[in-house]
């Protein structure tokens, strides 16, 4: 079955450590992106990837990073910078990025973090 | 940039019942109007989405209408079932940049049987 799978489910963090949120896809898409769910206040932009080997930071890049050294890969790094780092998290991937394209982002089942 | 706000932000409705979910946005530029439903521990999934060259699109039980001219779009569910208890997003975007959604807040929908 084609889809997005994401890494762990759950993941507990002690304060000041950095963690690494895993993102696979086997849809051959090129674009791919990470998004931040807090209660009300619907999906914020992280990150995206256009491309292998590019990425662009979304609305509230500070305090993650990301890599795309595969089209399948695009994991999220939640470093010590995050100010407030719980939440869920959730990758999803386009067929394309582009200038002119708006279509569906198919999503993974997120990743939960806590951090105590 | 874009703002989108959606209402309410919880909504119950008896089993049969339609369901409404109403979302405003900002930027006069936007022409691509998902929505998204996401279930218990799940991702969200596109549900029906609609383009600004047209005021109405339905899929079964789902519709959704957009006017243009007041900036805001609805969800209509008819006929509601225990299965449609979710989450519901809408997102709004301009497709000169790119798939680049702004959501709203969302929409608690349960549907009491």
């Known amino acids: 079955d084609g889809g997005i799978t994401q890494s762990p489910k759950y993941l507990f963090r002690k304060e000041g450590q950095n963690v690494t949120l895993s993102c696979e896809q086997n849809l051959n898409h090129d674009a791919m992106y990470w998004y931040r769910q807090d209660p009300g206040q619907g999906l914020r932009l992280i990150y995206y990837?256009?491309?292998?080997?590019?990425?662009q930071k979304g609305d509230i890049a500070e305090g993650y990073s990301v890599s795309r050294e595969k089209k399948e890969s695009f994991p999220l790094t939640v470093t010590s910078a995050q100010k407030n780092p719980t939440a869920f998290y959730l990758c999803?991937?386009?067929?394309?990025?582009?200038?002119?394209?708006?279509?569906?982002?198919?999503f993974g089942e997120g990743s939960r973090l806590t951090v105590l | 940039g874009e703002n989108v706000e959606q209402h309410p932000s919880t909504l119950s409705v008896q089993e049969g019942d339609s369901a409404v979910i109403k979302c405003t946005y900002s930027?006069?530029?936007?022409?691509?109007f998902p929505w998204y439903k996401q279930e218990l521990g799940k991702g969200p999934q596109l549900i029906i989405d609609?383009?600004?060259?047209?005021g109405e699109k339905k899929d079964q039980r789902i519709a959704v209408t957009l006017n243009k001219t007041a900036k805001h779009f609805s969800l209509h569910i008819t006929e509601t079932q225990p299965e449609d208890s979710a989450v519901y997003f809408c997102?709004?975007?301009?497709?000169?940049?790119?798939?680049?959604?702004?959501f709203g807040g969302g929409t608690r929908l349960m549907v009491k049987p």
């Open positions: 997102a709004a975007s301009n497709s000169n940049a790119g798939n680049m959604l702004t």
């Open positions: 609609i383009r600004s060259n047209v």
């Open positions: 999803a991937s386009s067929i394309v990025w582009s200038p002119g394209y708006t279509g569906e982002l198919f």
């Open positions: 930027d006069s530029a936007s022409n691509y």
């Open positions: 990837s256009q491309i292998v080997n590019d990425f």
